[in-house]
């Protein structure tokens, strides 16, 4: 004889709360990706999930029964047959996970760590910040960031699937397994529920994210949470990146000769070529003669050099020099594909106005031009208009 149905916990606190910071941390991951300024709260969304990740797998061992994975350890044929019968209208009820979510749940925990690992070295590459800044190259970051954005495309549609699937078997059921969630409860036979919600691992969970968002935001940044949260602040535009990357290599005499008409370019601007061509013509440098004798010119050619754009030592270095066709040799920064495509939203009303008064003012707008890095959180525009410039890459 059937048992009568009645009220019982099937997820605990800790499943339920990973399931729903997961979903959101995504959601915002996703929200975050396009715009520069939002890079910290996307990254820290990022680790946030590779944590979630973590400790599932764990849960997945020692949680609660329909926690564990096995109790949903279907494999894929499983998954297959319950699509069909769920096609047919025959699918038969689970109480825990279905064959068919089960295999949702696996994929989804495979690409958020595929899309977390990825996003890690992106930002090592490509920022060369966070764990594994200067680990590789940009060049190899623009790779790591195609198949970051692949697997977080590949998610979203595994999110979908599994969004589909939940309304299907809720209408099928007639059971609101969204809500079930949310509870953690389900009409259940009488032998079937978990014993205990354990709120306090879940407790612990809590305290854990929300201590690592608050050393995230206000200590390991050093900022205040309105620029965090990349609001603006005057007419400026507060960017999201406070975290700096690597500090350039500096030079004593370049800094003597290159910096009295206007600020010292650091030699990452521009590649090995055209610092050699700039020496060679350094008697008519734009107008000017810099009357240079052959060993400070051989003393800065050596720094220049081993510094130059060719070494890719930031993304402004490698973007640069990728953007020149070969057999250029520019002495401007400003006449290089980059730099043009990046600054050409500026009118020429905008260039001449007092505050920022030439292009080769570069600290009007980079607050550490000086040091050359253009990181693209030490921006700050002096023209309210360009708040809303396309942040895109
Ligand atoms: C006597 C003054 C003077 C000195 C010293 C000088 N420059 Fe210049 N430089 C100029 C002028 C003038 C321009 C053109 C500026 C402009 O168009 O706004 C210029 C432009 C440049 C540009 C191109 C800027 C752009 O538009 O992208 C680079 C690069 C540059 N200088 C590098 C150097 C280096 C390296 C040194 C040291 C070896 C140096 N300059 C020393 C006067 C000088
Ligand atoms: C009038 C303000 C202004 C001046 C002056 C200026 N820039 Fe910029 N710069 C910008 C803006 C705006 C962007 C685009 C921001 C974006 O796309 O998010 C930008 C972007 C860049 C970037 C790309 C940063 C990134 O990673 O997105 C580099 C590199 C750069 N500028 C270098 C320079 C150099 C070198 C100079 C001086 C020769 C200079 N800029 C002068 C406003 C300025």
């Known amino acids: 004889m059937q048992q009568p149905m009645q009220r ?33 709260v996307h990254v820290f969304l990022g680790y946030l999930m590779l944590g979630l990740l973590v400790f599932r797998v764990i849960w997945g061992l020692v949680g609660s029964h329909y926690a564990r994975f096995s109790s949903f350890g279907f494999g894929p044929q499983a998954a297959l047959t319950y699509v069909r019968q769920l096609i047919a209208h025959r699918a038969a009820r689970h109480i ?9 749940i696996y994929l989804l925990l495979v690409l958020a760590g595929v899309v977390g690992l990825t996003g890690i070295f992106t930002l090592g590459g490509d920022e060369q910040q966070g764990l594994v800044a200067g680990w590789i190259s940009f060049a190899q970051a623009q790779t790591v960031k195609q198949i970051h954005e692949l697997a977080a495309i590949a998610m979203l549609g595994v999110v979908a ?18 809500k079930s969630m949310l509870t953690g409860t389900k009409l259940a036979e009488a032998n079937t529920p978990i014993t205990r919600a354990r709120g306090g691992v879940a407790a612990v969970m809590g305290v854990l994210m929300l201590g690592f968002a608050g050393w995230w935001f ?16 005057g007419t400026f535009k507060t960017s999201n990146v406070p975290f700096v990357g690597r500090t350039l290599a500096d030079n004593a005499q370049w800094r003597e000769e290159c910096s009295s008409c206007h600020m ?17 013509e350094q008697q008519d440098h ?42 250029v040799t520019p002495l401007r920064m400003t006449e290089t594909p980059y730099w043009v495509k990046k600054h050409q939203d500026i009118t020429p009303a905008e260039w001449l106005s007092p505050a920022i008064k030439s292009r080769t003012n ?17 921006m700050r525009l002096p023209v309210t208009s360009w708040l809303h410039a396309p942040a895109k890459r």
């Open 8 to 40: 019982h916990l099937i997820w605990d606190v800790p499943t339920r709360l990973f399931h729903w910071t997961l979903a959101l941390s995504f959601a915002g991951a996703w929200l975050t990706s396009e715009e520069d300024q939002w890079l910290s």
């Open 96 to 104: 825990g996970h279905n064959p068919a979510g089960s295999w949702a």
């Open 161 to 178: 699937g599994h969004i589909a699937g939940v309304i299907v078997e809720s209408l099928i059921h007639r059971e609101n397994l969204a």
């Open 218 to 233: 206000f200590y390991a940044l050093h900022a205040p949470l309105e620029k965090q949260l990349g609001l603006m602040e």
């Open 264 to 280: 010292a370019f650091h030699p990452s601007l521009l590649p090995s070529r055209s610092w050699v061509r700039m020496m060679a």
């Open 286 to 327: 734009f107008g000017s003669d810099l009357y240079l004798d052959e060993a400070t010119i051989a003393a800065l050619l050596t720094f220049m050099r081993a510094n130059a754009a060719d070494q890719h030592a930031t993304e402004a270095a490698y973007k640069i020099e990728q953007s020149i066709p070969p057999g």
């Open 362 to 378: 570069c600290a009007a707008c980079h607050q550490d031009a000086d040091a050359g890095t253009f990181e693209d959180g030490a």
